[in-house]
C-alpha cells in the first residue's frame, strides 16, 4: 500500500511533484494545501485543494507525510519557511529520489528533497534537507550541499565541494574541486568558479553578444 502524501503548494512545481512521485514514487497524492491568501481554487490535479492554516483538521499529522512544491523565491526562504512550518505541525516530509537518478551516497539526503532524473551523486557525498536538484547534475564525490539550496540543471559540482544554505546555482554551471560556497550565494548560469565564494555573493557568466554579421550572411548554412 502506497504512502497517502500532501503536496504544498499549486504552481508548475507542485505540478511535476504530482507527476513524478505518482509515477516514481512509493507515494499517493491525496490532496494540495496553500496557505488562505493564495486559495484560488478548491482543486488542482483533479484532487482537493485545503487551506494550510487548516490542514492538520482534514489530514492528521501522524497518518500523512508532506511535500513542499515550491521554487527557489527569495534565495529559497519562501521554500524553507513553509518547511519548518509544516515540520513543526509534527508532519513527517517526504523526499522524491528519481529511479533515474544515480545515487550512490548511501541514502546521505535529506528531508524535503526534489531530486530528478539523470542526477549523478557520487560517493560520500552529503546533501542536507530541503535541497532541489533539477536534471542532469554532477555531484562529485566528498562534496556538502547544506540546507535549503536549488540546483539547476547540468551543473557540475567537483570533488569536495561545500555549499551554504540557502544557494542558487544556475543552469551549466561548473565548480571546480575542493572550494566552498557562502551561504545565499547566487551562481548564475554558464558561470565557472575556480576559488572560494564568500556568503551573499552573487556571480554571473558572460552572456554571448550577438555577432555583426547577420546569420544571411554566413556561408555553408
Request: hydrophobic share 40%; with cysteine; proline share 3%.
Amino acid at each position: 500500500m502506497k504512502k497517502p502524501l500532501i503536496i504544498f503548494g499549486t504552481g508548475d512545481i507542485a505540478e511535476l511533484a504530482h507527476f513524478y512521485f505518482s509515477t516514481d514514487s512509493e507515494y499517493k497524492v491525496i490532496a494540495f494545501t496553500v496557505d488562505a491568501t493564495y486559495l484560488t481554487e478548491t482543486s488542482f490535479c483533479g484532487l482537493p485543494v485545503i487551506v494550510f492554516e487548516e490542514v492538520t483538521k482534514h489530514y492528521a499529522p501522524e497518518k500523512y507525510e508532506l511535500f513542499i512544491a515550491l521554487s527557489y523565491s527569495k534565495l529559497n526562504a519562501v521554500r524553507k519557511e513553509k518547511y519548518l512550518e509544516a515540520k513543526a505541525m509534527g508532519y513527517r516530509i517526504a523526499s522524491f529520489i528519481s529511479s533515474s537518478a544515480t545515487v550512490l551516497n548511501d541514502g546521505c539526503i535529506g528531508e524535503n528533497c526534489f531530486i530528478f532524473e539523470d542526477n549523478t551523486i557520487q560517493p560520500f557525498v552529503i546533501i542536507g534537507n530541503n535541497v532541489t536538484l533539477w536534471s542532469g547534475n554532477h555531484i562529485g564525490h566528498h562534496s556538502i550541499i547544506k540546507d535549503h539550496c536549488f540546483i539547476a540543471s547540468h551543473v557540475v559540482i567537483s570533488g569536495g565541494v561545500e555549499i551554504g544554505e540557502q544557494c542558487f546555482i544556475g543552469v551549466n554551471a561548473t565548480l571546480r574541486d575542493h572550494i566552498k560556497i557562502g551561504e545565499k550565494c547566487v551562481i548564475g548560469a554558464g558561470a565557472l568558479l575556480l576559488a572560494d565564494a564568500e556568503p551573499e555573493g552573487v556571480y554571473i557568466g558572460v552572456a554571448t553578444e550577438r555577432s555583426k554579421v547577420p546569420s544571411t550572411r554566413l556561408r555553408g548554412i
